[in-house]
């Protein structure tokens, strides 16, 4: 997990409200990530930025946004408009974004979840 | 379709003994195949990861895994686990875009 935060640790959101997840890293690296994880089933990308002012969507990016104002932050907002966003979030870096030897480098994770 | 799958959901095996954790695989192109590992409630940690050369890739913690061109294989091995050793490991495949392509993990069990 070193060289890459994310808080808080927990989160728990009201329907019908927005909420940030914070990540920020210290790595250097170009390329952020942000998955979705449930429980039996793989990671799911939310939404990735492989440079500052730049991001593209994954597979799963409806009900959520990103922003990418400097290099070493990527939070998520999890819109009102997602259904269902109780899950485990997890953020990720690399250096490129754009090599086959780039290796993605994690952190902590947000749990979050709907009351 | 691009694709990575773990068949076995759960592995059960005694401390001391050899455990393998099988994954394969279907990319278009040369594979670039990693292995995660995940403890409860934390991220995923980089294990290893094949590019290219040697089909035999060691790893932290003493884990290797083997690739197998022919049979789409890429499974984690360990010549003897540890009761630490237990957690929930993810095998991926980077797609041609640059993105990784997840399986649904396999939780290992190593029993004292």
């Known amino acids: 997990d070193g060289g890459i935060t994310q808080s808080p640790k927990y989160l728990f959101r009201k329907e019908g409200q927005n909420v940030t997840l914070s990540c920020e890293q210290n790595?250097?690296?170009?390329?952020m990530y942000w998955y979705r994880q449930d429980p039996g089933q793989g990671l799911r990308l939310i939404y990735y930025?492989?440079?500052?002012?730049?991001?593209q969507k994954g597979d799963i990016a409806e009900g959520y946004s990103v922003s990418r104002e400097k290099k070493e932050s990527f939070p998520l907002t999890v819109t009102s408009a997602q259904k269902n966003p109780t899950a485990f979030y997890l953020c990720?870096?690399?250096?490129?974004?754009?090599?086959?030897?780039?290796?993605?480098?994690f952190g902590p994770g947000t749990r979050l979840t709907v009351l | 379709a691009q694709s990575v799958a773990q068949p076995e959901d759960q592995v059960n095996v005694a401390e001391g003994n050899p455990l393998t954790v099988k994954c394969t695989y279907s990319?278009?192109?040369?594979?670039?195949l990693f292995w995660y590992v995940q403890y409860p409630n934390r991220g995923l940690q980089f294990l290893l990861k094949?590019?290219?050369?040697d089909n035999l890739v060691k790893g932290s913690y003493g884990f290797e895994a083997e690739f197998n061109k022919s049979q789409t294989s890429f499974h984690l091995k360990k010549p003897s686990a540890l009761v630490s050793d237990s957690a929930l490991y993810f095998c991926?495949?980077?797609?041609?875009?640059?993105?990784?392509?997840w399986g649904a993990g396999t939780k290992l069990i190593i029993k004292p």
């Open positions: 930025s492989q440079i500052v002012n730049d991001f």
């Open positions: 790595l250097n690296h170009d390329a």
């Open positions: 990720a870096s690399s250096n490129f974004g754009t090599s086959e030897t780039d290796t993605q480098y």
């Open positions: 990319v278009s192109g040369n594979p670039y």
């Open positions: 094949y590019i290219t050369g």
């Open positions: 991926a495949v980077r797609d041609s875009n640059y993105q990784l392509i």
